[in-house]
């Protein structure tokens, strides 16, 4: 079965240190795709970024970069120089198959960037 | 990526009452969606939104409960039905298959979601 672990619930950092939160994804599937998003205060969810199961090469935008690794079903995302306006829930979400209307999220971590 | 909006953005409502959500985009879409996601919690799909047809339920949700309608490729409606204090949740739409632009059509979009309470 299908399934997203972030089993980090919580992390604190201050400005401009480095963050990296961790995903896991189990699924039987040899396509798939995995997806970062964003949960400001506000509530919206804001798209960051999708990986299929079929690209490894890892991702920077900006201070973004994620670290896709098969071999460890790990998606992580490392947020480099962290400021205030990161603080946010993050989601890792898995959908299984060509089809993406099927979002399996992770139970989410909160960030908080303290000044 | 669309513009997609969401009416109310909040909203605090007696149990036993009924809300409905709204949900349009200003684009055409193949598939719109209706998430849940209690306080501190994850996301939950509730149902697939199908133009001019009944909605999709997923397991735990019921068309009594939750009625959802679809008129057409932009917009789509939410009810939450009979609300108890369980209900209190924030509401997101979501969109899939954006009509034309260099968005990905396989990545869901989400619109800014309705934070409802009930008391």
């Known amino acids: 079965a299908q399934k997203v672990t972030q089993a980090q619930t919580e992390i604190s950092v201050v400005e401009k240190e480095d963050v990296t939160l961790d995903c896991v994804y189990e699924?039987?599937?040899?396509?798939?795709?995995l997806f970062w998003y964003k949960q400001p205060p506000s509530g919206e969810l804001v798209f960051l970024i999708r990986?299929?199961?079929?690209?490894?090469q890892n991702e920077i935008s900006g201070r973004y970069s994620w670290n896709f690794q098969k071999s460890t079903s790990s998606f992580n995302f490392t947020i480099t120089a962290s400021q205030v306006v990161d603080s946010a829930v993050y989601f890792c979400?898995?959908?299984?198959?060509?089809?993406?209307?099927?979002?399996?999220f992770g139970t989410g971590t909160r960030l908080q960037v303290f000044p | 990526s669309a513009v997609i909006s969401q009416k109310p953005s909040r909203d605090i409502c007696q149990r036993g009452t009924s809300l409905t959500i709204q949900c349009q985009v200003d684009?055409?879409?193949?598939?719109m969606f209706w998430y849940r996601q209690q306080p501190g919690q994850s996301l939950t799909l509730i149902a697939t939104?199908?133009?001019?047809?009944?909605?999709?339920?997923e397991s735990g949700f019921v068309i009594d409960k939750f009625p959802i309608s679809r008129p057409n490729l932009t917009f789509s409606t939410l009810t939450v039905s009979n609300m108890s204090p369980e209900d209190s949740s924030i509401y997101l739409c979501?969109?899939?298959?954006?009509?034309?632009?260099?968005?990905?059509?396989?990545?869901?979009?989400f619109g800014p979601g309705t934070r409802l309470t009930v008391l």
């Open positions: 979501s969109v899939l298959g954006l009509a034309g632009g260099n968005d990905f059509t396989d990545t869901q979009y």
């Open positions: 939104a199908n133009q001019g047809s009944e909605a999709t339920y």
């Open positions: 684009s055409q879409v193949t598939m």
């Open positions: 699924t039987r599937d040899t396509t798939y795709y």
């Open positions: 990986r299929n199961s079929f690209d490894e």
């Open positions: 979400a898995l959908s299984e198959g060509h089809n993406t209307d099927k979002l399996i």
